[in-house]
Protein backbone atom coordinates (compact mmCIF):
# COMPACT_ATOMS: atom_id res chain seq x y z
CA UNK A 1 0.00 0.00 0.00
CA UNK A 2 3.18 2.31 0.62
CA UNK A 3 5.56 3.36 -1.70
CA UNK A 4 9.38 2.35 -0.62
CA UNK A 5 12.28 5.37 -0.15
CA UNK A 6 13.40 3.88 -3.21
CA UNK A 7 9.74 4.67 -4.89
CA UNK A 8 9.58 8.62 -3.38
CA UNK A 9 13.08 9.11 -4.65
CA UNK A 10 12.26 8.14 -8.34
CA UNK A 11 9.41 10.79 -8.30
CA UNK A 12 9.60 14.01 -10.48
CA UNK A 13 9.52 16.61 -7.75
CA UNK A 14 12.08 14.93 -5.97
CA UNK A 15 14.32 13.95 -8.95
CA UNK A 16 13.83 18.19 -9.62
CA UNK A 17 15.65 18.59 -6.16
CA UNK A 18 18.83 16.72 -7.56
CA UNK A 19 18.98 13.84 -4.73
CA UNK A 20 22.22 12.13 -3.97
CA UNK A 21 22.15 9.20 -1.59
CA UNK A 22 25.06 9.81 0.76
CA UNK A 23 23.74 7.12 3.72
CA UNK A 24 21.83 4.42 4.50
CA UNK A 25 21.30 2.69 1.09
CA UNK A 26 20.15 -0.63 2.51
CA UNK A 27 16.83 1.09 4.26
CA UNK A 28 15.89 2.15 0.91
CA UNK A 29 13.15 -0.47 0.34
CA UNK A 30 11.47 0.70 3.78
CA UNK A 31 7.65 1.98 3.10
CA UNK A 32 7.01 5.75 3.47
CA UNK A 33 3.90 5.71 5.66
CA UNK A 34 3.89 10.45 5.36
CA UNK A 35 6.29 12.90 4.62
CA UNK A 36 6.92 15.42 7.28
CA UNK A 37 8.99 18.76 6.98
CA UNK A 38 10.16 19.90 9.74
CA UNK A 39 13.45 22.30 11.28
CA UNK A 40 12.50 21.82 14.87
CA UNK A 41 15.49 19.31 16.36
CA UNK A 42 13.69 17.08 18.45
CA UNK A 43 11.10 15.97 15.00
CA UNK A 44 11.41 12.75 16.52
CA UNK A 45 8.88 13.51 19.51
CA UNK A 46 6.16 13.88 17.19
CA UNK A 47 7.03 11.53 14.70
CA UNK A 48 5.06 7.79 14.75
CA UNK A 49 7.66 5.82 12.85
CA UNK A 50 7.27 5.22 8.71
CA UNK A 51 7.75 8.70 7.77
CA UNK A 52 10.20 10.79 5.35
CA UNK A 53 11.40 14.13 7.24
CA UNK A 54 12.37 16.96 4.81
CA UNK A 55 14.24 19.47 6.59
CA UNK A 56 16.72 22.66 5.46
CA UNK A 57 18.55 21.88 8.01
CA UNK A 58 18.69 25.34 9.85
CA UNK A 59 17.23 24.12 12.99
CA UNK A 60 19.66 21.06 13.31
CA UNK A 61 22.12 20.80 16.37
CA UNK A 62 25.69 22.64 15.58
CA UNK A 63 27.56 19.91 17.45
CA UNK A 64 28.39 16.06 16.52
CA UNK A 65 26.93 14.73 19.80
CA UNK A 66 23.42 16.56 18.96
CA UNK A 67 23.55 15.49 15.37
CA UNK A 68 24.47 11.59 16.21
CA UNK A 69 21.73 11.98 18.93
CA UNK A 70 19.55 13.97 15.96
CA UNK A 71 19.45 10.92 13.82
CA UNK A 72 19.69 8.12 16.43
CA UNK A 73 16.19 9.65 17.50
CA UNK A 74 15.16 9.12 14.07
CA UNK A 75 16.18 6.02 13.73
CA UNK A 76 14.89 4.37 16.90
CA UNK A 77 11.02 5.75 16.16
CA UNK A 78 11.23 3.82 13.25
CA UNK A 79 11.41 7.04 10.35
CA UNK A 80 12.25 5.98 7.32
CA UNK A 81 13.97 8.60 5.67
CA UNK A 82 15.61 12.16 6.14
CA UNK A 83 16.44 14.20 2.93
CA UNK A 84 18.18 17.69 3.19
CA UNK A 85 18.18 20.67 1.10
CA UNK A 86 21.51 21.92 0.57
CA UNK A 87 22.81 25.51 0.49
CA UNK A 88 20.57 27.40 3.90
CA UNK A 89 23.03 25.37 6.59
CA UNK A 90 25.09 23.28 4.57
CA UNK A 91 27.01 24.06 1.46
CA UNK A 92 28.36 21.39 -0.10
CA UNK A 93 27.84 17.86 1.79
CA UNK A 94 26.33 17.25 5.17
CA UNK A 95 28.80 16.54 8.41
CA UNK A 96 30.31 13.39 8.18
CA UNK A 97 29.09 12.51 11.87
CA UNK A 98 25.46 12.80 10.42
CA UNK A 99 26.35 10.88 7.42
CA UNK A 100 28.13 8.39 9.12
CA UNK A 101 25.33 7.35 12.32
CA UNK A 102 22.76 7.25 9.50
CA UNK A 103 25.02 4.66 7.70
CA UNK A 104 25.67 2.51 10.88
CA UNK A 105 21.74 2.44 11.73
CA UNK A 106 20.11 2.14 8.22
CA UNK A 107 18.37 5.31 7.61
CA UNK A 108 18.59 6.39 4.31
CA UNK A 109 20.32 10.00 4.05
CA UNK A 110 19.51 11.90 1.03
CA UNK A 111 20.89 15.68 -0.02
CA UNK A 112 19.16 17.59 -2.15
CA UNK A 113 21.41 20.07 -4.23
CA UNK A 114 18.60 22.26 -5.89
CA UNK A 115 15.96 23.90 -4.38
CA UNK A 116 12.84 22.27 -4.55
CA UNK A 117 9.12 22.69 -2.65
CA UNK A 118 8.60 20.85 -0.16
CA UNK A 119 5.26 20.83 -0.38
CA UNK A 120 5.10 19.70 -3.66
CA UNK A 121 7.13 16.58 -2.61
CA UNK A 122 4.62 16.16 -0.10
CA UNK A 123 1.54 16.44 -2.54
CA UNK A 124 3.29 13.73 -4.76
CA UNK A 125 3.67 11.65 -2.06
CA UNK A 126 0.59 11.36 -0.24
CA UNK A 127 -1.33 11.84 -3.43
CA UNK A 128 0.78 8.25 -4.39
CA UNK A 129 -0.43 6.82 -0.80
CA UNK A 130 -3.84 8.19 -1.17
CA UNK A 131 -4.22 6.29 -4.90
CA UNK A 132 -2.78 2.97 -3.33
CA UNK A 133 -5.23 3.18 -0.38
CA UNK A 134 -8.43 3.14 -3.03
CA UNK A 135 -6.68 0.55 -5.09
CA UNK A 136 -6.64 -1.96 -1.98
CA UNK A 137 -10.19 -0.93 -1.63
CA UNK A 138 -11.48 -1.65 -4.39
CA UNK A 139 -9.35 -5.01 -4.53
CA UNK A 140 -10.65 -5.57 -0.96
CA UNK A 141 -14.45 -4.92 -2.51
CA UNK A 142 -13.69 -7.10 -5.67
CA UNK A 143 -12.38 -9.75 -3.20
CA UNK A 144 -15.32 -9.81 -0.95
CA UNK A 145 -17.80 -9.88 -3.94
CA UNK A 146 -15.95 -12.35 -6.05
CA UNK A 147 -16.03 -15.05 -2.78
CA UNK A 148 -20.07 -13.89 -2.17
CA UNK A 149 -20.66 -15.13 -5.79
CA UNK A 150 -18.84 -18.16 -5.40
CA UNK A 151 -20.57 -18.98 -1.91
CA UNK A 152 -24.02 -18.22 -3.54
CA UNK A 153 -23.17 -20.38 -6.59
CA UNK A 154 -22.37 -23.29 -4.06
CA UNK A 155 -18.68 -23.44 -5.87
CA UNK A 156 -16.31 -26.12 -5.49
CA UNK A 157 -12.76 -25.84 -3.81
CA UNK A 158 -10.96 -26.56 -7.06
CA UNK A 159 -13.18 -23.06 -8.00
CA UNK A 160 -12.12 -21.45 -5.06
CA UNK A 161 -8.54 -21.82 -4.91
CA UNK A 162 -8.52 -21.20 -8.41
CA UNK A 163 -9.82 -18.00 -7.76
CA UNK A 164 -7.73 -17.13 -4.95
CA UNK A 165 -4.83 -17.89 -7.36
CA UNK A 166 -5.84 -15.76 -10.22
CA UNK A 167 -6.45 -12.86 -8.05
CA UNK A 168 -3.37 -13.27 -5.82
CA UNK A 169 -1.50 -13.70 -9.14
CA UNK A 170 0.11 -16.37 -7.44
CA UNK A 171 0.18 -20.68 -6.51
CA UNK A 172 -2.20 -21.55 -4.04
CA UNK A 173 -2.95 -25.05 -2.54
CA UNK A 174 -5.78 -26.33 -0.42
CA UNK A 175 -4.55 -29.08 1.94
CA UNK A 176 -6.17 -31.65 4.75
CA UNK A 177 -4.95 -31.60 7.96
CA UNK A 178 -2.67 -34.55 6.69
CA UNK A 179 -1.18 -32.59 4.68
CA UNK A 180 -2.83 -33.65 1.81
CA UNK A 181 -3.44 -31.66 -1.18
CA UNK A 182 -6.79 -31.13 -1.89
CA UNK A 183 -7.03 -28.49 -4.94
CA UNK A 184 -4.39 -26.06 -6.29
CA UNK A 185 -3.28 -23.92 -8.73
CA UNK A 186 0.03 -22.86 -9.77
CA UNK A 187 -0.89 -19.60 -11.49
CA UNK A 188 0.95 -21.09 -14.56
CA UNK A 189 3.84 -22.52 -13.23
CA UNK A 190 4.73 -25.91 -13.25
CA UNK A 191 2.38 -27.85 -11.26
CA UNK A 192 4.98 -31.08 -10.51
CA UNK A 193 7.19 -28.52 -9.08
CA UNK A 194 4.97 -26.94 -6.88
CA UNK A 195 3.90 -30.56 -5.48
CA UNK A 196 6.92 -32.07 -5.64
CA UNK A 197 7.39 -33.78 -2.16
CA UNK A 198 4.88 -31.76 -0.88
CA UNK A 199 3.57 -33.82 2.67
CA UNK A 200 7.17 -32.96 3.83
CA UNK A 201 7.59 -29.50 1.83
CA UNK A 202 4.21 -28.54 3.84
CA UNK A 203 5.13 -30.14 7.60
CA UNK A 204 8.30 -27.44 7.56
CA UNK A 205 5.82 -24.51 6.93
CA UNK A 206 4.57 -23.48 10.34
CA UNK A 207 3.92 -20.21 10.58
CA UNK A 208 2.79 -18.29 14.00
CA UNK A 209 -0.93 -17.56 14.55
CA UNK A 210 -4.26 -18.47 12.35
CA UNK A 211 -2.96 -16.37 9.55
CA UNK A 212 0.54 -16.18 9.69
CA UNK A 213 3.16 -16.12 6.82
CA UNK A 214 6.30 -18.01 7.40
CA UNK A 215 9.42 -15.89 5.98
CA UNK A 216 12.03 -18.81 4.78
CA UNK A 217 9.54 -20.71 2.74
CA UNK A 218 7.54 -17.34 1.19
CA UNK A 219 3.92 -18.91 1.98
CA UNK A 220 1.00 -17.11 4.17
CA UNK A 221 -1.05 -19.30 5.52
CA UNK A 222 -4.77 -19.67 7.08
CA UNK A 223 -6.51 -22.24 9.00
CA UNK A 224 -9.62 -23.56 7.03
CA UNK A 225 -12.74 -24.99 9.11
CA UNK A 226 -15.77 -23.42 10.78
CA UNK A 227 -17.68 -23.95 13.82
CA UNK A 228 -14.15 -24.07 16.24
CA UNK A 229 -13.83 -27.72 13.95
CA UNK A 230 -10.57 -27.03 11.73
CA UNK A 231 -10.40 -29.38 8.41
CA UNK A 232 -7.55 -28.19 6.34
CA UNK A 233 -5.21 -25.43 5.68
CA UNK A 234 -4.76 -22.74 2.93
CA UNK A 235 -1.39 -21.78 1.41
CA UNK A 236 -0.36 -18.78 -0.85
CA UNK A 237 3.00 -18.82 -2.19
CA UNK A 238 2.86 -14.40 -2.34
CA UNK A 239 6.26 -12.40 -2.70
CA UNK A 240 5.42 -10.01 0.30
CA UNK A 241 2.96 -9.87 3.19
CA UNK A 242 0.77 -7.36 2.86
CA UNK A 243 -3.01 -6.48 3.65
CA UNK A 244 -4.43 -7.35 0.59
CA UNK A 245 -3.33 -10.94 0.74
CA UNK A 246 -4.01 -11.28 3.69
CA UNK A 247 -7.44 -10.43 3.04
CA UNK A 248 -7.92 -12.75 0.32
CA UNK A 249 -6.34 -16.05 1.75
CA UNK A 250 -8.67 -15.23 4.71
CA UNK A 251 -12.08 -14.72 2.59
CA UNK A 252 -10.71 -17.86 0.37
CA UNK A 253 -10.78 -20.18 3.80
CA UNK A 254 -14.14 -18.68 4.93
CA UNK A 255 -15.92 -19.75 1.55
CA UNK A 256 -14.12 -23.37 1.49
CA UNK A 257 -15.56 -23.42 4.80
CA UNK A 258 -18.88 -22.54 4.28
CA UNK A 259 -19.12 -24.28 1.35
CA UNK A 260 -18.05 -27.70 3.74
CA UNK A 261 -20.72 -26.72 6.08
CA UNK A 262 -23.07 -26.70 2.59
CA UNK A 263 -22.35 -29.35 1.21
CA UNK A 264 -19.63 -32.08 3.84
CA UNK A 265 -18.17 -33.79 1.23
CA UNK A 266 -14.90 -35.47 2.06
CA UNK A 267 -14.69 -37.74 -0.71
CA UNK A 268 -15.00 -34.74 -3.09
CA UNK A 269 -11.55 -34.36 -4.21
CA UNK A 270 -11.11 -38.51 -4.90
CA UNK A 271 -14.44 -38.39 -6.80
CA UNK A 272 -13.32 -35.76 -8.85
CA UNK A 273 -10.17 -37.29 -10.25
CA UNK A 274 -12.49 -40.63 -10.75
CA UNK A 275 -14.90 -39.32 -12.55
CA UNK A 276 -12.51 -36.96 -14.57
CA UNK A 277 -10.44 -40.56 -15.75
CA UNK A 278 -13.90 -41.99 -16.70
CA UNK A 279 -15.63 -38.54 -18.58
CA UNK A 280 -11.82 -37.10 -20.09
CA UNK A 281 -12.48 -33.55 -18.06
CA UNK A 282 -8.93 -32.74 -17.19
CA UNK A 283 -6.01 -34.51 -18.37
CA UNK A 284 -4.51 -37.71 -17.37
CA UNK A 285 -1.44 -35.79 -16.27
CA UNK A 286 -3.05 -33.09 -14.46
CA UNK A 287 -5.30 -36.64 -12.52
CA UNK A 288 -2.06 -38.69 -11.85
CA UNK A 289 -0.04 -35.23 -10.01
CA UNK A 290 -2.95 -34.53 -7.76
CA UNK A 291 -3.60 -38.42 -6.98
CA UNK A 292 -0.40 -38.36 -6.13
CA UNK A 293 -0.73 -35.17 -3.87
CA UNK A 294 -3.53 -36.65 -2.09
CA UNK A 295 -1.69 -39.73 -1.26
CA UNK A 296 -2.25 -42.31 -3.99
CA UNK A 297 0.29 -42.23 -6.67
CA UNK A 298 -0.62 -43.94 -9.73
CA UNK A 299 2.52 -43.80 -12.04
CA UNK A 300 4.27 -47.05 -11.81
CA UNK A 301 1.96 -48.69 -9.98
CA UNK A 302 -0.37 -51.90 -11.13
CA UNK A 303 -4.23 -49.77 -11.69
CA UNK A 304 -7.63 -51.89 -11.07
CA UNK A 305 -11.12 -50.39 -11.88
CA UNK A 306 -14.05 -51.68 -9.08
CA UNK A 307 -17.23 -50.52 -9.59
CA UNK A 308 -19.59 -51.39 -6.39
CA UNK A 309 -23.62 -51.58 -6.71
CA UNK A 310 -25.03 -49.95 -4.49
CA UNK A 311 -22.72 -47.11 -3.82
CA UNK A 312 -20.84 -47.87 -0.71
CA UNK A 313 -18.30 -45.43 -0.80
CA UNK A 314 -17.61 -45.00 2.58
CA UNK A 315 -17.25 -48.41 3.22
CA UNK A 316 -14.99 -49.31 0.49
CA UNK A 317 -12.67 -46.40 1.74
CA UNK A 318 -12.63 -47.89 4.90
CA UNK A 319 -11.90 -51.75 3.98
CA UNK A 320 -8.60 -50.11 1.59
CA UNK A 321 -7.58 -48.31 4.83
CA UNK A 322 -7.77 -51.65 7.21
CA UNK A 323 -5.91 -53.40 4.47
CA UNK A 324 -3.68 -50.26 4.17
CA UNK A 325 -3.96 -50.34 0.13
CA UNK A 326 -4.08 -47.27 -1.50
CA UNK A 327 -6.67 -46.18 -4.07
CA UNK A 328 -9.32 -43.30 -4.92
CA UNK A 329 -12.65 -44.26 -3.66
CA UNK A 330 -15.73 -42.13 -4.83
CA UNK A 331 -19.63 -42.17 -5.71
CA UNK A 332 -20.24 -42.33 -9.31
CA UNK A 333 -24.12 -41.77 -9.39
CA UNK A 334 -26.88 -42.30 -6.81
CA UNK A 335 -26.45 -46.32 -7.60
CA UNK A 336 -22.54 -46.94 -7.60
CA UNK A 337 -19.19 -46.19 -6.25
CA UNK A 338 -16.25 -46.52 -8.06
CA UNK A 339 -13.11 -47.60 -6.65
CA UNK A 340 -9.37 -47.16 -8.21
CA UNK A 341 -6.56 -49.75 -6.70
CA UNK A 342 -3.07 -48.59 -7.15
CA UNK A 343 -1.44 -51.90 -6.20
CA UNK A 344 2.61 -52.11 -6.04
CA UNK A 345 2.76 -55.65 -7.86
CA UNK A 346 0.33 -57.58 -10.52
CA UNK A 347 0.88 -60.55 -8.29
CA UNK A 348 -1.48 -58.67 -5.06
CA UNK A 349 -4.07 -58.66 -7.11
CA UNK A 350 -6.51 -61.66 -6.70
CA UNK A 351 -5.67 -61.55 -3.08
CA UNK A 352 -6.26 -57.77 -2.05
CA UNK A 353 -9.34 -58.09 -4.03
CA UNK A 354 -10.52 -61.32 -2.43
CA UNK A 355 -9.93 -59.50 0.89
CA UNK A 356 -11.80 -56.36 -0.49
CA UNK A 357 -14.68 -58.15 -1.52
CA UNK A 358 -15.65 -59.81 1.76
CA UNK A 359 -14.78 -56.71 3.98
CA UNK A 360 -17.04 -55.33 1.69
CA UNK A 361 -19.88 -57.97 1.01
CA UNK A 362 -19.47 -59.37 5.10
CA UNK A 363 -21.95 -62.13 4.04
CA UNK A 364 -24.49 -60.08 2.08
CA UNK A 365 -24.12 -61.41 -1.39
CA UNK A 366 -26.76 -58.59 -2.66
CA UNK A 367 -23.45 -56.17 -2.79
CA UNK A 368 -21.94 -56.48 -6.38
CA UNK A 369 -18.11 -55.83 -6.41
CA UNK A 370 -17.14 -55.76 -10.18
CA UNK A 371 -13.37 -54.94 -11.24
CA UNK A 372 -11.93 -54.48 -14.48
CA UNK A 373 -8.68 -55.66 -16.20
CA UNK A 374 -5.77 -54.34 -14.60
CA UNK A 375 -3.59 -51.90 -15.88
CA UNK A 376 0.11 -50.39 -15.70
CA UNK A 377 -0.63 -46.95 -16.65
CA UNK A 378 -2.62 -44.02 -15.70
CA UNK A 379 -3.84 -42.93 -18.92
CA UNK A 380 -5.41 -46.81 -19.08
CA UNK A 381 -7.01 -46.71 -15.75
CA UNK A 382 -10.24 -45.49 -17.44
CA UNK A 383 -10.32 -49.11 -19.43
CA UNK A 384 -10.43 -50.80 -16.24
CA UNK A 385 -13.63 -48.76 -14.58
CA UNK A 386 -15.54 -48.87 -17.72
CA UNK A 387 -14.87 -52.73 -17.75
CA UNK A 388 -15.81 -52.55 -13.95
CA UNK A 389 -18.80 -50.50 -14.92
CA UNK A 390 -19.94 -52.56 -17.71
CA UNK A 391 -19.28 -56.13 -15.42
CA UNK A 392 -21.16 -54.61 -12.57
CA UNK A 393 -24.38 -53.25 -15.03
CA UNK A 394 -24.74 -56.42 -16.37
CA UNK A 395 -25.12 -58.34 -13.04
CA UNK A 396 -28.47 -59.67 -12.14
CA UNK A 397 -27.92 -62.42 -10.08
CA UNK A 398 -26.15 -62.19 -6.42
CA UNK A 399 -22.76 -63.22 -6.62
CA UNK A 400 -20.26 -63.42 -3.93
CA UNK A 401 -16.49 -62.10 -4.50
CA UNK A 402 -15.75 -60.32 -7.28
CA UNK A 403 -17.19 -60.68 -10.36
CA UNK A 404 -15.08 -60.14 -13.75
CA UNK A 405 -15.93 -59.80 -17.31
CA UNK A 406 -15.33 -63.65 -17.81
CA UNK A 407 -17.74 -64.18 -15.10
CA UNK A 408 -20.34 -62.65 -17.07
CA UNK A 409 -19.55 -64.03 -20.31
CA UNK A 410 -22.55 -63.23 -23.00
CA UNK A 411 -24.31 -60.85 -21.09
CA UNK A 412 -21.17 -58.79 -20.56
CA UNK A 413 -20.29 -58.51 -24.11
CA UNK A 414 -23.92 -57.52 -25.06
CA UNK A 415 -24.14 -55.27 -22.51
CA UNK A 416 -20.73 -53.72 -24.18
CA UNK A 417 -22.30 -53.57 -27.32
CA UNK A 418 -25.38 -52.32 -26.48
CA UNK A 419 -24.94 -48.72 -28.23
CA UNK A 420 -24.21 -50.49 -31.37
CA UNK A 421 -27.11 -50.24 -34.32
CA UNK A 422 -26.56 -53.51 -35.65
CA UNK A 423 -26.96 -55.07 -32.14
CA UNK A 424 -30.41 -53.19 -31.77
CA UNK A 425 -31.54 -54.02 -35.17
CA UNK A 426 -31.05 -57.53 -34.46
CA UNK A 427 -33.47 -57.38 -31.24
CA UNK A 428 -36.23 -55.95 -33.13
CA UNK A 429 -36.14 -58.65 -35.76
CA UNK A 430 -36.49 -61.29 -33.30
CA UNK A 431 -38.56 -60.01 -30.67
CA UNK A 432 -40.20 -56.40 -32.08
CA UNK A 433 -43.53 -58.35 -33.60
CA UNK A 434 -43.74 -59.72 -29.46
CA UNK A 435 -43.08 -56.58 -28.06
CA UNK A 436 -45.71 -54.75 -30.01
CA UNK A 437 -47.88 -57.70 -29.21
CA UNK A 438 -47.34 -57.10 -25.05
CA UNK A 439 -47.62 -53.28 -25.90
CA UNK A 440 -51.12 -53.61 -27.00
CA UNK A 441 -51.95 -56.72 -24.21
CA UNK A 442 -50.17 -55.79 -21.22
CA UNK A 443 -52.17 -58.21 -19.38
CA UNK A 444 -50.56 -61.32 -21.47
CA UNK A 445 -47.12 -60.32 -20.98
CA UNK A 446 -45.62 -63.25 -23.41
CA UNK A 447 -41.97 -61.64 -23.45
CA UNK A 448 -41.65 -63.08 -20.01
CA UNK A 449 -43.10 -66.14 -21.38
CA UNK A 450 -40.70 -66.58 -24.01
CA UNK A 451 -38.17 -66.26 -21.59
CA UNK A 452 -38.78 -69.03 -19.07
CA UNK A 453 -38.97 -71.10 -21.92
CA UNK A 454 -36.15 -70.46 -22.80
CA UNK A 455 -34.18 -70.50 -19.34
CA UNK A 456 -36.17 -73.95 -18.83
CA UNK A 457 -33.69 -75.58 -21.20
CA UNK A 458 -36.81 -75.61 -23.51
CA UNK A 459 -38.56 -77.78 -20.87
CA UNK A 460 -42.48 -76.95 -21.40
CA UNK A 461 -43.22 -78.85 -18.12
CA UNK A 462 -40.71 -76.57 -15.64
CA UNK A 463 -40.91 -73.44 -17.49
CA UNK A 464 -44.88 -74.22 -17.10
CA UNK A 465 -44.16 -75.00 -13.55
CA UNK A 466 -41.96 -72.21 -12.89
CA UNK A 467 -44.68 -69.82 -14.13
CA UNK A 468 -47.50 -70.88 -12.20
CA UNK A 469 -49.33 -71.71 -15.22
CA UNK A 470 -51.30 -75.05 -15.76
CA UNK A 471 -49.85 -76.86 -18.80
CA UNK A 472 -52.38 -76.56 -21.25
CA UNK A 473 -52.23 -72.37 -20.64
CA UNK A 474 -48.67 -72.33 -20.92
CA UNK A 475 -48.81 -74.27 -24.35
CA UNK A 476 -51.48 -72.28 -25.25
CA UNK A 477 -49.35 -69.19 -24.90
CA UNK A 478 -46.40 -70.82 -26.53
CA UNK A 479 -48.26 -71.44 -29.45
CA UNK A 480 -49.69 -67.58 -29.90
CA UNK A 481 -45.88 -66.46 -29.36
CA UNK A 482 -44.66 -69.05 -32.42
CA UNK A 483 -47.65 -67.40 -34.25
CA UNK A 484 -46.31 -63.75 -33.98
CA UNK A 485 -42.71 -64.55 -34.78
CA UNK A 486 -43.35 -67.24 -37.12
CA UNK A 487 -40.36 -68.77 -35.44
CA UNK A 488 -40.20 -72.53 -34.90
CA UNK A 489 -39.66 -72.90 -31.01
CA UNK A 490 -38.52 -76.25 -31.25
CA UNK A 491 -35.76 -75.64 -33.24
CA UNK A 492 -32.14 -75.01 -31.34
CA UNK A 493 -30.97 -72.76 -33.91
CA UNK A 494 -34.13 -70.58 -33.31
CA UNK A 495 -34.38 -70.89 -29.98
CA UNK A 496 -30.64 -69.88 -29.20
CA UNK A 497 -31.02 -66.95 -31.41
CA UNK A 498 -34.02 -65.31 -29.95
CA UNK A 499 -32.24 -66.14 -25.99
CA UNK A 500 -29.34 -63.77 -27.74
CA UNK A 501 -32.11 -61.17 -28.76
CA UNK A 502 -33.99 -61.65 -25.17
CA UNK A 503 -29.63 -60.97 -23.16
CA UNK A 504 -29.09 -58.07 -25.56
CA UNK A 505 -32.93 -56.52 -24.39
CA UNK A 506 -31.95 -56.85 -21.34
CA UNK A 507 -28.60 -54.88 -21.96
CA UNK A 508 -30.21 -52.53 -23.92
CA UNK A 509 -32.64 -52.01 -21.37
CA UNK A 510 -30.05 -51.69 -18.78
Known amino acids: MFPTVREVLALEPVRNGAPRIVAGECGLDQAVRWVHSSEVPDIATLLRGGELVLTTGIGLPPDDAGLRRYITDLAEIGACGLAVEMGRRYAQRLPAVLTRTADELGLPLVELHRGTPFVAITEAVHSMIIDAQLAELRATEEIHQRFTELSVEGAGPAEVVAQAAALAGAPVVLENLSRQVLAYDAAGGSAALLLASWEA??????????????????????????????????????????????????????????????????????????????????????????????????????????????????????????????????????????????LRDKSDESEVLRQFAERLQKGDRSIVVAAGEGVWSPREARRSLVEAAQVAAVVRHPVAGVVRLTGVRLPGLLHMLRDEPRLQTFVERELGPLLAYDAQHPREQLLGVLRVYLECGRNKSAAAEHSHLSRPAFYERLAKIRKILGADLDAVPVCLSLHVALLALDALRS
Open 201 to 342: HSRAIRPAGRTGHDAQSGWLVTAVGARGQDWGRLLMRVPSVEARYVILIERAASTLALGRLIDPDPEGPQRTLLTALLNHTMPVEDVALRSRALGVPLERRHLVGLVIRPALAAEAERALSEMSIKGLVGTLDAMSAGVLLA
